[in-house]
């Protein structure tokens, strides 16, 4: 009974709530836990790398993630089908730094929660700097996942298209700044996914006490029980759009997607759980390949809006994301993907994949072997 809760409208939208998550912090929380799905999963086809006879294969080292997707077992999966040497890798030990000394190559993320973040974000940029190991993903993608000041800065920086975003961290900035916005706006916070701590702010007062609880001494409530919105505030314009949102991800020369509904009389669709696969549209794809010639990471996933101006509109972008089917595209009922022969000019293929493998070895390709072959 509770599932089915879970799954209404009404449940949905309480859920990405402030009030929602402030009063979840005063209920008992499970722990952490790590999800082996090995014997359950969708049927997909098999990942392969050709391997230069030449070169020694790498050791790897699988840092699990927690929850009910795991990204771990598709890892797993495409190492064990390529032959090639892994073990689980607890990066959280005491004796981290002792244990990896047997790995070339570390893989995976843990979490999103912003403490181990922070965790990976410290340990991925050492080893890669300091021991010279191979990460995926690299510290500078790790920096880039869920830290949507950044998304912003480089958007700016290289005139891409995304909504115009409003970042202070600064009081009396802050203050003035809400003056001059037109509402409504929307306000987000870092760490974020899945619409929770998105908000839309429909007055300048609304947007003055934000930015009054922002500054103030202990900082502002979030929906996370150990963090606190402090000494910052993240607007950006509100885009009146058509009630979805794209979600276009690129791996090198192919492109997945789909859409994502808003519920009724709300603006969000992420986490929402509406989505529908059908064709997508050139523009999109164009952007969100665009948006990766930059970036550079073996996967992307560029969350897109269609303004009713007719304009795509970025929202966010993300190196990482939870994936919980082979389902990322279908055309015509037949799932598969866009491959692109140039910069304009690609065909649908029919596939089925887990996107986390395809990651995995495009990881390989453009990075690792390069680098050690050169």
Same mark, same amino acid.
């Given at each position: ?5 879970? %799954? ?16 979840? %912090? ?12 090995? +014997? ?18 790498? @050791? ?23 032959? *090639?040497?892994?073990?689980?890798? #607890?990066?959280?030990?005491? +004796?981290?730094?002792?244990? @990896? ?10 979490? $999103? ?16 700097? =300091? ?17 949507? $000041?950044?998304? /912003? =800065? ?8 995304? @909504? ?20 409504? !706006? ?17 007055? @300048? $007062? ?24 402090? #000494? ?22 192919? &492109? ?5 509904? /808003? *519920? ?26 665009? &948006? #990766? ?7 992307? /996933?560029? +969350? ?19 994936? #919980? ?29 887990? !996107? ?16 050690? *072959?050169?």
């Amino acid at each position: 009974m509770l599932e089915n809760i879970k %799954q209404t409208q009404f449940f949905k939208k309480l859920s990405k709530t402030m009030l929602y998550s402030r009063l979840r %912090q005063h209920f008992p929380m499970a722990d952490p836990y790590f999800l082996d799905d090995r +014997d359950r999963l969708e049927p997909a086809e098999i990942v392969h790398i050709d391997w230069p006879d030449t070169l020694r294969k790498p @050791v790897f080292g699988i840092v699990q993630n927690y929850g009910k997707w795991p990204n771990w077992t598709k890892y797993r999966r495409f190492l064990e089908n390529n032959g *090639l040497p892994f073990e689980l890798y #607890n990066i959280h030990a005491h +004796d981290w730094l002792d244990q @990896v000394k047997k790995y070339d190559i570390l893989i995976g993320i843990s979490s $999103n929660d912003y403490y181990s973040l922070q965790e990976l974000r410290r340990k991925y940029f050492y080893l890669e700097n =300091y021991l010279g190991k191979f990460c995926y993903p690299s510290s500078s993608h790790t920096f880039l996942y869920e830290d949507k $000041n950044l998304e /912003a =800065y480089i958007s700016k920086s290289y005139n891409l298209p995304f @909504v115009n975003t409003y970042i202070s961290h600064d009081k009396r900035d802050a203050l003035l700044l809400v003056e001059k916005l037109s509402y409504p !706006i929307v306000s987000k916070i870092d760490p974020s996914s899945g619409s929770v701590g998105v908000e839309l702010v429909r007055s @300048v $007062n609304q947007a003055r006490m934000i930015v009054e609880q922002s500054f103030s001494g202990p900082g502002r409530k979030t929906h996370l029980s150990y963090s606190h919105q402090k #000494n910052v505030v993240y607007f950006q314009d509100f885009i009146p759009s058509d009630g979805y949102d794209i979600r276009v991800i690129v791996l090198g020369n192919w &492109v997945f997607g789909y859409y994502r509904k /808003a *519920l009724q009389g709300d603006f969000r669709a992420s986490g929402m759980g509406l989505v529908e696969l059908r064709e997508l549209p050139i523009e999109p794809m164009l952007i969100a390949r665009n &948006v #990766n010639k930059i970036i550079k990471s073996p996967m992307l /996933a560029i +969350d897109m809006i269609k303004g009713l101006d007719g304009n795509y509109h970025i929202i966010e972008y993300s190196p990482l994301f939870e994936v #919980n089917t082979t389902s990322q595209l279908r055309v015509n009922s037949i799932l598969g993907v866009y491959v692109f022969d140039s910069d304009d000019s690609y065909h649908f293929e029919e596939h089925r994949y887990w !996107i986390q493998e395809l990651a995995l070895r495009e990881f390989l390709l453009t990075d690792y072997l390069p680098k050690v *072959l050169q």
